[in-house]
């Protein structure tokens, strides 16, 4: 399954997230092509730090968008605005599209316009449009996550999961360290709410 995780808008996680999932997925035994279609090469930038620490297993990004055509895979792609003809074409490659989104009324703007660029630009089968909330608040008295899924509720053809990844430090060490939330801290609640939400997408029935 070709799998895109995408926005248009930047700091929405997409890379934490394509990291995290990678590294998920490798761990459990599949074969796992990443690829690195975002100008600012952040993910090719923490699986360096990855294989500089030495860390296993190592991650392999590619910044070429080659899909090799007769083994099973999981192909997961992080995009950005920097290069939209790649950001074009990882979108018509895709099965589904993986958006993170930011509880901010900004963030729900640009992910309504996120899919209507979808919806105008692709052509051929369109990609299943799968939303999460990332970054959200850790404090319940803050309404600003449960508004803004409210908000994405709203919005046609999408999957809104439940599911939410908090605002929490060890998702910036998963960078500046190499290494996923769950091998950070394996029992930790980012570890549990990423392994849920990778869980879920990635589950048979999908
Ligand atoms: N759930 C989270 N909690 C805390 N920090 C996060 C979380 N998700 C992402 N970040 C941080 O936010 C910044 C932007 O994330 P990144 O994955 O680079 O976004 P994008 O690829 O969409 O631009 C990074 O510093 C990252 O470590
Ligand atoms: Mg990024």
Excluded: C
Excluded at 80 to 106: I, N
Excluded at 116 to 130: D, N
């Amino acid at each position: 399954m070709v799998t895109v995780i995408g926005n248009l808008k930047g700091g929405t996680g997409k890379s934490t997230v394509t990291f995290n999932l990678a590294l998920w997925l490798v761990q459990a035994g599949k074969t796992v092509l990443a690829y690195d279609l975002d100008l600012q090469r952040t993910l090719s930038d923490v699986a360096q730090v990855r294989q500089e620490e030495g860390y296993e297993p190592p991650l392999a990004v590619s910044t070429d968008l080659n899909l090799p055509k007769h083994f099973q895979y999981e192909a997961l792609m992080d995009i950005g605005t920097g290069d939209m003809a790649q950001m074009k074409r990882a979108l018509s490659l895709a099965d589904r599209v993986v958006v993170p989104v930011v509880p901010s009324q900004a963030d729900i703007w640009s992910t309504q316009r996120f899919l209507y660029f979808i919806a105008s630009e692709i052509r051929g089968k369109p990609p299943k449009i799968v939303m999460f909330i990332n970054r959200a608040d850790t404090h319940s008295s803050i309404r600003e996550s449960e508004q803004a899924y409210q908000a994405l509720k709203t919005l046609p053809g999408v999957t809104l999961l439940k599911n939410r990844l908090h605002q929490r430090i060890v998702y910036r060490r998963s960078f500046s360290e190499g290494l996923g939330v769950f091998e950070l801290e394996p029992s930790g609640k980012a570890a549990r709410e990423f392994e849920e939400l990778a869980k879920l997408l990635y589950s048979p029935s999908d």
